[in-house]
């Protein structure tokens, strides 16, 4: 089972900052590295695939990169909307993983 | 629009059983695989289990591996989940999420791009 970790667990960061997440897989995954955010209360909502494309309707605010093993969603500019958990996923094996998330709140 | 639609959770004791439900609307559901992911409360993100597009194939967590069975009726646009010989440890939120398919995958390796609201299991005595 590939291990995934994110650091780091909590990130304080004022409104209009930029925040930087990031995320471990224990092998390689490829760019088959996945990012969500979970707002309380709500379902996930996927950001980024492919470890740095952005789905459908995502804002250019967020980005995604990759180096090895080692991935990191940057949010350029941090909205309101922005405050809520993050997890990473690797879906290139089975089980598939996730990390247990980021929470980024307001400074 | 694309509709993920949960339901079928509620209160059961140790070593019961539940069946959850999952019906897609907005999209040609026969096209896709499907997933459940769980969240303990308080806790993060847990694959369950995927079915494929066609029932061809299916993977299940070590977690629930012999107690739990995926299925889907695609006529009906439908997936469900056999919960038996559940446990404390079973309690959590259940989301059905669309493997997303075409252009977000890598060959049949593919992220979740649609997840329902989810529905609530709580194994207690």
């Known amino acids: 089972e590939i291990v995934m970790t994110q650091s780091p667990a909590t990130l304080s960061v004022s409104p209009g900052e930029r925040a930087t997440l990031s995320c471990r897989a224990s092998q390689s995954v490829s760019n088959n590295l996945a990012w969500y955010q979970q707002k309380p209360g709500q379902a996930p909502r996927l950001l980024i695939y492919?470890?740095?494309t952005r789905a459908t309707g995502i804002p250019a605010r967020f980005s995604g990169s990759a180096s090895g093993t080692d991935f990191t969603l940057t949010i350029s500019s941090l909205q309101s909307e922005d405050f809520a958990l993050y997890y990473c996923?690797?879906?290139?094996?089975?089980?598939?993983?996730f990390g247990p998330g980021t929470t980024v709140d307001i400074k | 629009q694309v509709q993920l639609v949960e339901s079928g959770g509620g209160v059961v004791q140790p070593g019961g059983s539940l069946k959850l439900s999952c019906v897609g609307s907005?999209?040609?559901?026969?096209?896709?695989?499907m997933h459940w992911v769980r969240q303990a409360p308080g806790k993060g993100l847990e694959w369950v289990a995927l079915?494929?597009?066609?029932?061809?194939?299916?993977y299940y967590a070590d977690s629930v591996k012999g107690r739990f069975t995926i299925s889907r009726d695609n006529f009906k646009s439908t997936l469900s989940l056999q919960m038996n010989s559940l446990r404390a440890e079973d309690t959590a939120v259940y989301y059905c999420?669309?493997?997303?398919?075409?252009?977000?995958?890598?060959?049949?390796?593919?992220?979740?791009?649609?997840w329902g609201k989810g529905t609530t299991v709580i194994v207690s005595s």
């Open positions: 999420a669309r493997d997303s398919g075409g252009g977000y995958c890598s060959g049949n390796n593919c992220p979740m791009d649609v």
């Open positions: 907005g999209f040609s559901f026969s096209g896709f695989g």
């Open positions: 079915l494929w597009y066609d029932g061809s194939s299916k």
């Open positions: 996923q690797q879906y290139v094996t089975w089980p598939r993983t």
């Open positions: 492919g470890a740095s």
